[in-house]
């Protein structure tokens, strides 16, 4: 599909429409059918549609039960556009290894239609890059392991947790960093990770969103314990003694995770299955959004 820009054709994603009737609460099944008759339309056209015939033209095939939440999300959009009041809305899901949070993030990449996205193991390869073992042996390891190399934080703390700070002490000003850029360059942005204290980048502006995700333990518990099996991870162990040790080693960051989350006000979400942790997602999104155009200049409710 192409549309009209100052009279020049140029294409259009679809998946911009997309993640908008996704996040509506739209089914996948239901929001391919409306691309469907959208691309139709623009094939009958002689010429490239515009944007705001486009516009017009999904509107339209959107159920009314849907309409004030779409509205809502292409009112936000319009803003985004047109005014510097309305910050991008950045996504950070975070939680301890095996508490679905990497599988959440693929939804809401398509949901929200991101194009930049972060993984907070990736920061961690690439100051490996940086850094060498001997240096920061704490790098080189799972999050559950740091504390056998360094340790930071209250005495007082478990060992496992002051190792898994003293990770998070060395990445986040490269977190942090990235997710600054993403502000300031004006851009929608996805971030996942364990490395993420909870509440720790809300003040980098009001369009950050943070929510940890948060099984119950014995969900998670399995969750981990199949990652060798279910995903073929060359990573970890496939002996199951070692990986019921490392689970507990995991649960209790994910449980220090939890009760920082708590502390700082930041969204949990108890992850029970993959379908209801995403619509749990979705609300949060769309109350987030909401906020964001009822407290903008231009944004005042109508």
Known sequence: ???DYHGN??????????????????????????????????????????VEKLEKNARDLVPEAFLADYDLLSKYEALRRTTTDVPPLVLILEGASATGKSMLALDFIAHLSITRIISTDTVRQVLRGIH???EHPELYCH??????????????????IRGYLAQCELMEPAIRAAVEN????????????VHILPGS???LSPGILEILIHPEETAHRIMFLTKYSAS???TVSADGEIR????LATRQIQDHMAHIAKKNSVETVTLMDYEQASEEIRFIILNKIRHLVRHTSGGKDE
């Open 1 to 3: 599909m192409k549309i």
């Open 9 to 50: 054709p140029i294409p259009f994603p679809l998946a911009a429409i997309r993640g908008r009737l996704l996040t509506t609460g739209l089914s996948r099944a239901y929001t391919e059918e409306i691309l469907l008759k959208l691309a139709s339309q623009g094939a009958e056209s002689e010429k490239s549609i515009s």
């Open 132 to 134: 060498s073992p001997e």
């Open 143 to 160: 999050t559950y392991q740091a504390y056998k190399h360094r340790q930071a934080g209250p005495e007082g703390l478990n060992p496992i």
């Open 182 to 193: 993403l502000v300031r360059e004006g851009a929608e942005g996805l971030v996942e990770g």
């Open 201 to 203: 980048l809300q003040d």
């Open 232 to 234: 073929g991870l060359k």
């Open 244 to 247: 019921e040790n490392e689970f």
